[in-house]
């Protein structure tokens, strides 16, 4: 497979056709390569990427693809890209019903007008990609479904075994906020002993996937030959399995996840690109239904304590009320009675409100705050 990102742009008519071949997403540069080619010519008003050379789209290059066309979008340019229709990039990027701001077509002049040639056949119903979309698109109604992160993981997990063919063990890696990775869910424990292999030795494919600055994915096909993570390959082979997938499931936004979902597969070359462009995919869906989850287990958890923090204001109010109106003190003189009796009873104020509240005469000894 050929490393390396190539980018190439030429005029036609009042488009621009972008030219990608190699892999898109495995570099920090790739977005400012992108960007930068198009924004180097005069404003078209179509610009259409050609990923039919492209031999692997990751995660990240999906992520690209899209921050782009929204750039331009904005600038009133109109986007699209062109896939081989037989191929794995074409497969997964029509299975991932992709926002309006990025169209998919299977020709050049299809997407320079904006217009796709009607097929002579029909697609058959039964085709692998129907039931890709098909599962993508269960896959997506369910996920925004889950309203917890743990929810979220193990239906990932699930879907991995059911998407990726080649897939046999499933696992998800996160790293805590102090950089300690760890493994939350997994379909298998030998997928989890795996991942705690290269925790321990600092070293394999997870790892790599899920550290910031690493590679969008780390694969082998075949880990007999693999050279380098010596200490996994080593484990790898005790439990028979014979090629590894983990790509990145980072996040972004006002609470970001960092991690990677990793696939293990017992067979001969058990991973291949249909394999892999299906399980970048899936974590593109994941990373996504991942930020979604944290957002809203985070609102949640903020609403909670807003809930709270009115209840507490509420039931402190109603006992310096009783205070106010049995023993004729001022709302500040309340307040310190209350405040000078949790520290002396070692209560939370709260606490002591809600019994005052319940039980009015329980203050009723005169009582004077401290002068």
Request: proline content about 5%.
């Amino acid at each position: 497979m050929t490393t390396g990102l190539g980018i190439a742009a030429r005029p036609a008519g009042r488009g621009l056709v972008v030219q990608v071949t190699g892999i898109l997403g495995d570099g920090e540069g790739d977005h400012a390569s992108l960007r930068g080619v198009v924004s180097a010519l005069p404003p078209p008003e179509v610009a259409v990427f050609d990923l039919r050379e492209v031999q692997l789209l990751t995660v990240a290059g999906v992520r690209e693809l899209l921050t782009v066309a929204r750039t331009l979008g904005a600038r009133g340019v109109r986007c699209g890209v062109v896939v081989d229709a037989g191929g794995a990039v074409g497969s997964v990027l029509r299975a991932a019903a992709l926002p309006s701001e990025l169209d998919v077509f299977d020709a050049v002049d299809e997407a320079l007008t904006g217009v796709p040639r009607q097929p002579e056949v029909d697609s058959p119903s039964g085709s692998d990609l129907d039931e890709l979309a098909v599962r993508f698109t269960s896959l997506t109604q369910m996920l925004i479904k889950d309203t917890t992160v743990d929810a979220t993981l193990r239906r990932v997990v699930g879907a991995a075994r059911s998407i990726v063919p080649g897939a046999d063990l499933v696992s998800v890696t996160l790293r805590d906020p102090a950089g300690v990775f760890f493994t939350p869910v997994e379909t298998s424990a030998v997928a989890g002993t795996l991942d705690r292999v290269q925790y321990r030795t600092g070293q394999g494919p997870c790892l790599d996937a899920a550290r910031p600055d690493g590679p969008a994915y780390a694969a082998s096909d075949d880990l007999a030959t693999e050279v380098r993570w010596p200490h996994f390959v080593k484990a790898a082979a005790e439990h028979e399995v014979t090629a590894v997938l983990s790509t990145d499931l980072h996040t972004h936004g006002p609470v970001a996840v960092g991690g990677a979902l990793n696939i293990y597969s017992t067979k001969a070359r058990g991973l291949d690109d249909h394999d892999r462009h299906a399980a970048l995919l899936l974590a593109t869906h994941a990373a996504l239904a991942l930020a979604h989850t944290v957002a809203t287990e985070q609102a949640m958890l903020h609403n909670q304590n807003l809930h709270r923090a009115s209840e507490s204001r509420d039931v402190i109010g109603q006992a310096k009320g009783i205070l106010m109106a049995r023993q004729g003190m001022t709302a500040d003189e309340a307040f310190e009675v209350l405040s000078h009796t949790s520290q002396n009873l070692n209560i939370k104020l709260v606490d002591l409100a809600r019994t005052l509240a319940h039980h009015p005469d329980s203050l009723d000894t005169p009582v004077r705050p401290r002068r």
